[in-house]
Nanobody, 126 residues
Framework: QVQPVESGGGLVQVGDSLRLSCAASGHRLSEYTVAWFRQAPGKEREFVAFTTRVDNTQYADSVKGRVTISRDKAQNTVNLRIFSLKPEDSAIYYC????????????????????WGQGTQVTVSS
């Protein structure tokens, strides 16, 4: 069973950049599709980005152009960089891992993911 662990969250200022990391000891993340979701207080969880086994990536429209998802295969991590942070980026960010074969459209939904981390809090202060 894959157990993702997120890190890198914290309190940042508007306009700052941040890198979140997802690690999973004992499993090669390169063998899975890995996504980031986020959930703000009082809101539903929303898709942020995913990367497939062959490094196809997609981003939510709300973050496109400000976010990059990438694999560090040497470190066995999947990283999410967020640039030009806004207060509305404040949320708990979750790493999710999928071993299923899914369409790109399906991968934007949490029910395609089998394993979830505990999340890392990002707070953007103005």
């Amino acid at each position: 069973q894959v157990q993702p662990v997120e890190s890198g969250g914290g309190l940042v200022q508007v306009g700052d950049s941040l890198r979140l990391s997802c690690a999973a000891s004992g499993h090669r993340l390169s063998e899975y599709t890995v996504a980031w979701f986020r959930q703000a207080p009082g809101k539903e969880r929303e898709f942020v980005a995913f990367t497939t086994r062959v490094d196809n990536t997609q981003y939510a429209d709300s973050v496109k152009g400000r976010v990059t998802i990438s694999r560090d295969k040497a470190q066995n991590t999947v990283n999410l960089r967020i640039f030009s942070l806004k207060p509305e980026d404040s949320a708990i960010y979750y790493c999710a891992v999928s071993s299923r074969y899914s369409t790109f459209g399906e991968l934007r939904f949490g029910d395609r993911y089998d394993y979830w981390g505990q999340g890392t809090q990002v707070t953007v202060s103005s």
